[in-house]
């Protein structure tokens, strides 16, 4: 029998408007799936039903009006990593436990506002600097629905796991070096990363800012629709801009052109090869945007992690970890932190300004030859991750010192769009035969937002990928 989370949020939607299902009656819907199912999966952090009905109540009054927000009566997960009035915010960090901040961060605001319904706080690593979703806050990781003894990823992995399995419809997520995309991938979900400053990181600023939050769904028209919902950066972000085109549109559209694809598989990564599947993934993709009339050719990797790539990108952790110890943990408490938070800061506490800046320019360089190389092409086409899921406790296995690399093992096709600050999107593939979720990413030229997610909604409507739903769906 169809249950009520088989439908899409734009379905849900179209159901509230016509009051065929209230608010309250979805809300709780998905809370007691949450109670019911979340013990196995780590996908929150907080879940508040008290909280979620009178939001959900409020939406049925404003649905009885007549009034149609844009996302109205429609539940919702933020992630963990981002303030929210009146609920509690870790971070991901068992020393912040019970911090309950006094404002919204600027995307939540704009998601309220919007009229969805918050359940709760989905589950993220300790300050996001892990592409693997555990921590000293919660019971256990994040795991993929498609196998529990997997990572969902990071650092959005349990809004990644709360979509998949049905316990929410979409969710909020941030990416600073992947952590919307690889969650997505390891999920069987789409999940946007967009240009930079067409979300905004308000009330926080940086020059040099990598992360932006973007939305996790199982569909692209889902995904643009809260995409739209968060692309309202306010005037004093120093990035910040507004799409000339809808991107809920772009989400049921298809390209106005044929595209200028480029696609590779190579990791750029010495000694590291994709698995199998991964390049199977790519190839698959290749061959359905060619018989769409799209332009598509093999190219070689605009650049490659040589030593100097690969360590600024693990020192850009060191010195996120850095930051964010420093200016939330009292010393008194940072033997709470995990091990592997405190050896990023042990690291980015070395680190002088002159360490600081090279890494930067080490950083710049890179980004620029990805630029450079793919100017003539209007898409980029990679893997999203090296292989598939991985098992639980496969980063820390061979000691916390090689923790970053071998996330970069196998994250390696992500970061280098965070620095570009170019959208991406990672869209599901296949499932191999042993059930575990493929995919691949689409990156687009700068502020070319619309075109990337019409792309991405092609490919979905071709078949691209099967909706297969994990064993918890059906529970």
């Known amino acids: 029998m169809s249950q009520v989370h088989d439908l899409s949020a734009a379905a849900q939607l179209r159901a509230l408007r016509s009051r065929d299902i209230s608010a309250r009656e979805l809300a709780q819907h998905y809370l007691d799936r949450i109670a019911k199912l979340d013990g196995e999966l780590g996908a929150f952090v907080t879940v508040d039903p008290e909280l979620a009905l009178r939001d959900a109540d409020r939406a049925d009054e404003r649905l009885a009006r ?176 507004t799409p000339d085109t809808s991107l809920a549109q772009a989400g049921r559209s298809r390209p106005n052109r044929p595209l200028k694809i480029g696609w590779w598989t190579d990791t750029g990564l010495p000694g590291v090869a994709p698995h199998p599947e991964s390049v199977r993934a790519v190839r698959r993709t290749v061959e359905l945007l060619r018989g769409l009339g799209h332009d598509v050719r093999e190219i070689a990797p605009p650049a490659r992690y040589d030593e100097t790539a690969a360590r600024a990108v693990s020192d850009m952790l060191s010195i996120s970890a850095t930051m964010s110890v420093t200016t939330l943990v009292p010393a008194e408490k940072r033997d709470q932190l995990t091990a592997h938070t405190r050896n990023l800061a042990a690291a980015g506490a070395k680190m002088t300004g002159s360490d600081v800046l090279l890494m930067q320019a080490a950083l710049a360089r890179f980004a620029g030859d990805f630029l450079a190389g793919l100017d003539d092409f209007d898409i980029a086409l990679t893997p999203t991750t090296s292989g598939p899921p991985v098992p639980l406790g496969h980063f820390e296995a061979e000691g916390i010192e090689r923790v970053n690399e071998r996330m970069l093992s196998w994250s390696c096709y992500t970061p280098w769009a965070n620095l570009t600050g170019q959208p991406a999107v990672s869209l599901p593939s296949h499932l191999d035969d042993d059930g575990l979720p493929h995919s691949v990413q689409l990156v687009g030229r700068l502020r070319q937002d619309a075109t990337l997610v019409s792309l991405a909604a092609q490919l979905e409507h071709e078949g691209l990928w099967d909706a297969v739903h994990p064993p918890h769906w059906f529970r």
Request: aromatic share 6%.
């Open 66 to 241: 007549g009034e149609h927000t844009p996302l109205g009566g429609i539940p919702i997960g933020i992630k963990d990593l981002h303030a929210t009035a009146g609920l509690a915010t870790s971070f991901g960090s068992a020393p912040l436990a019970g911090h309950v901040p006094a404002e919204d961060a600027w995307t939540v605001g704009l998601i309220r506002r919007a009229g969805a319904v918050l359940l709760g706080k989905t589950n993220a690593p300790e300050f996001g600097v892990a592409c693997y979703t555990e921590n000293a806050v919660t019971p256990g990781p994040a795991v993929t629905p498609y196998d529990t003894g997997r990572y969902s990823s990071g650092s959005s992995g349990g809004a990644a796991t709360a979509v998949s399995a049905g316990l929410l419809p979409i969710a909020h997520a941030s990416d600073g070096a992947g952590s919307t995309r690889t969650p997505a991938a390891a999920c069987h979900l789409v999940g946007i990363k967009p240009s930079r400053g067409l979300v905004s990181l308000a009330p926080a600023g940086s020059f040099f800012a990598t992360g932006i939050e973007g939305p996790l769904a199982r569909t692209v028209e889902d995904a643009a629709l809260l995409l739209e919902v968060m692309a309202q950066p306010p005037s004093r972000d120093l990035y910040g801009w």
